[in-house]
């Protein structure tokens, strides 16, 4: 089971950016396809990006044109840039991984490995 950490959250104003890592470790990284989620509280967890084995990317329309998702794979890490930030997108993030692109987008409670998570916060 690949091993995941998250880094890289912290307390920013509206209109910031930060950007996100997630490490990989225990398997070979460009095997898996990637997500990132985030869960706000109260809320449910939130598909925010997916990035394939080949590069190929999807992102939910709440952080479309703001964030971009990419990885190393030489580094074994997983990016999120998240620009203009709003204070809805407080939350915790975390990234998943899985050899299947399905599992990451539709069903990711059966992912196979998910990082313990990075707070967001932003304030108005």
């Known amino acids: 089971q690949v091993q995941l950490i998250e880094s890289g959250g912290g307390t920013v104003q509206a209109g910031d950016s930060l950007r996100l890592s997630c490490v990989a470790s225990?398997?070979?990284?460009?095997?898996?396809?990637m997500g990132w989620f985030r869960q706000a509280p109260g809320k449910e967890r939130e598909f925010v990006a997916i990035i394939g084995r080949s590069g190929d990317i999807y992102y939910s329309d709440s952080v479309k044109g703001r964030f971009t998702i990419s990885r190393d794979n030489a580094k074994s890490t997983l990016y999120l840039q998240m620009n203009n930030l709003k204070p809805d997108d407080t939350a915790v993030y975390l990234c998943?991984?899985?050899?299947?692109?399905?599992?990451?987008?539709?069903?990711?409670?059966?992912?196979?490995?998910w990082g313990q998570g990075t707070q967001v916060t932003v304030s108005s």
């Open positions: 225990g398997r070979t990284f460009s095997n898996y396809v």
């Open positions: 998943a991984a899985d050899l299947k692109y399905y599992t990451i987008r539709y069903a990711p409670a059966g992912c196979e490995s």
